[in-house]
């Protein structure tokens, strides 16, 4: 089920590139793309009734059913590396709006 | 020496480099020549980070492929740099980023920290590119890049949990072994395939580059469409050869051979119409990296491998050049440079090497690599594809000889460029080497039959 809400989340990122014309909305759409991918990975991982794949003194045994931990730490990456990705964006927009006065592409005279 | 140096070693001294503002251009120059110097000294070998061996672990893998693809980077991006480190000093910290990030697409074998790789590159090109002040460009830049890595990652997740690994040769085990229909992959490797094409320029993919290279400086000319698009030249290569090609459905094939046919042709067109010279040369490279991913994607490893060279070596020639005089002149409309070459005649002479090595003419490296290529897709009884290339190269050949005849040819009021010596001089070494091996062809040949049979086994073919 998840996995159609990453989907949704894609694609309603997706839909925000291609139809907004103001860069922070630009920007937000491309988080909501990122947050998306990032859900899909972790849904990956995901076991039925899967525990935390932690060893503990109490769950010691490899006969437990863990979550797979490899997309855990895949979407920690890709967390932080969007977050670069974000924060540069938002320097650029600030760059874009201090040499155009606006966030609106359409006035900005410019391809 | 360990490869892994060629990573690590770039990455701290960005670091180091930020505390020590004034010697970062030096430490970049340094670490940029080291990295050329060191290759020479690296054993062709598999490194297995942190004691995980593959496919558990990530390993980075230096075979002959890789190796070639790093000195190719690796020399390429130290001209820039020796070119640029004074005028861009607040460059030099990136540049360093980008060089690890460079270093690291090169040499990964795993489709994950592959990802990685291609954001840090990605990241550092952007700021790279804001050195163009033009900040709407760069943003274009950054949202056509994020959302195709984007792209490719989720990709590789559906192929994760499909065959649980990550390691690309791993991976092209477990899909020939699964006997997973071509059509279930089908989707994963577009996914992939899109997001590197945005970096590689392919045509839907490529509306960054026009804002990018058009308005581009001596410094982002040629380090986005020499040394990225070569190293993303290389990873393509390494991705198609070794997982794509693997298992890949007829529709696949179409899509993608149709994609790489309309950059070709689009990028010639489009060059052909153009009325300034970075817009020729951009629209030039388009075509370009439409050709080499062709070439990978019917098999010619070698061949393929030598077309990058070829164009990495000319494309910088010609961006240097050009930049270095619209950065001068304020202007790259092809009639104010008109007569730019008659008082140049040395740093003219290295740009028509570069730009009849491109269009494939005789005694230039450009024609052994595109006859070669022609000879094989002839010999494999296909007639399609080499026609459009020998079409598209006629195209390429009338807008490089208009051009040129405009740069040689004009009586007065000529354009007032100065070339410094380190630029001449590089130029002429780059323009050399392509007429060397243009006509001293048996080491290339050799080369590239070798690297033809390089299969990529686990851990890479050593």
């Given amino acids: ?111 | 020496m360990s490869a892994i140096l060629l990573i690590v070693v770039p990455l701290l001294t960005a670091f180091i480099s930020i505390l020590f503002k004034k010697a970062a251009p030096y430490m970049l120059l340094i670490v940029s020549f080291a990295s050329v110097v060191a290759l020479g000294y690296m054993p062709l070998e598999v490194i297995t980070i942190g004691g995980f061996n593959a496919p558990y672990g990530i390993n980075l893998i230096l075979d002959s492929y890789s190796l070639i693809g790093l000195y190719i980077v690796n020399s390429l991006f130290f001209l820039v740099v020796a070119l640029n480190c004074v005028k861009y000093k607040k460059m030099s910290t990136i540049l360093l980023v980008s060089l690890a990030g460079l270093n690291g697409l090169l040499l990964t074998g795993d489709l994950f920290n592959l990802f990685v790789f291609i954001e840090v590159s990605g990241i550092a090109a952007y700021l790279i590119t804001t050195t163009n002040k033009k900040p709407l460009a760069t943003f274009n830049y950054l949202v056509a890049g994020t959302v195709g890595s984007s792209l490719y990652l989720l990709g590789l997740i559906i192929l994760y949990a499909m065959f649980g690994t990550l390691n690309m040769a791993d991976m092209a085990n477990e899909i020939a072994i699964s006997g997973a229909s071509a059509s279930a992959t089908a989707f994963p490797f577009l996914l992939m395939f899109i997001g590197l094409g945005v970096e590689a320029k392919l045509l839907p993919l490529n509306s960054w580059t026009k804002g990018i290279l058009g308005s581009s400086n001596k410094l982002t000319g040629p380090i986005i469409a020499a040394v990225y698009a070569a190293a993303i030249g290389f990873v393509f290569g390494r991705l198609i050869t070794d997982l794509f090609l693997i298992n890949i459905s007829e529709v696949l094939e179409i899509v993608i051979i149709i994609i790489v046919i309309a950059s070709i042709v689009a990028g010639e067109a489009m060059a052909f119409s153009s009325k300034k010279v970075r817009d020729i040369l951009l629209f030039s490279s388009i075509a370009q990296a439409g050709l080499v991913v062709l070439v990978f994607f019917y098999g010619f490893v070698g061949w393929g491998v030598f077309l990058i060279i070829a164009n990495a070596a000319g494309k910088f020639i010609l961006f240097v050049v050009a930049n270095h005089a619209s950065d001068e002149l304020g202007t790259d409309e092809v009639s104010s440079l008109q007569g730019l070459f008659v008082n140049n005649k040395v740093v003219g002479v290295a740009f028509t090497v570069a730009s009849l090595s491109a269009m494939g003419m005789p005694l230039f490296l450009g024609f052994v690599v595109k006859m070669n290529i022609l000879g094989d897709l002839f010999s494999e009884g296909n007639l399609l594809i080499p026609g459009i290339i020998l079409v598209t190269s006629l195209v390429e050949g009338i807008y490089f000889v208009r051009l040129l005849i405009k740069l040689w040819y004009k009586e007065d009021n000529l354009p007032e460029v100065k070339y410094d010596f380190t630029l001449k001089y590089v130029v002429v070494v780059l323009a050399l080497l392509l007429m060397v091996f243009g006509v001293y062809t048996a080491p290339i040949e050799n080369e590239a039959d070798n690297l033809n049979t390089i299969s990529f086994v686990e851990g890479g073919d050593l």
């Fill in chain 1, 1 to 111: 089920m998840l996995q159609y809400a990453a989907i949704v989340l894609i694609m309603l990122g997706l839909y925000g590139l291609l139809t907004q014309r103001n860069i922070i909305k630009i920007i937000i759409s491309l988080n909501i793309l990122e947050i998306g991918v990032n859900l899909f990975i972790v849904s990956v991982g995901f076991v039925t009734d899967g525990i935390a794949p932690i060893f503990t003194s109490v769950n010691n045994s490899s006969n437990l059913l863990f979550v797979d931990p490899l997309p855990q730490a895949l979407v920690l990456t890709a967390i932080v590396i969007g977050v670069g990705t974000t924060a540069l964006g938002l320097a650029l927009a600030k760059n874009i709006y201090q040499k155009y006065g606006t966030f609106d592409i359409n006035e900005m005279g410019e391809e």
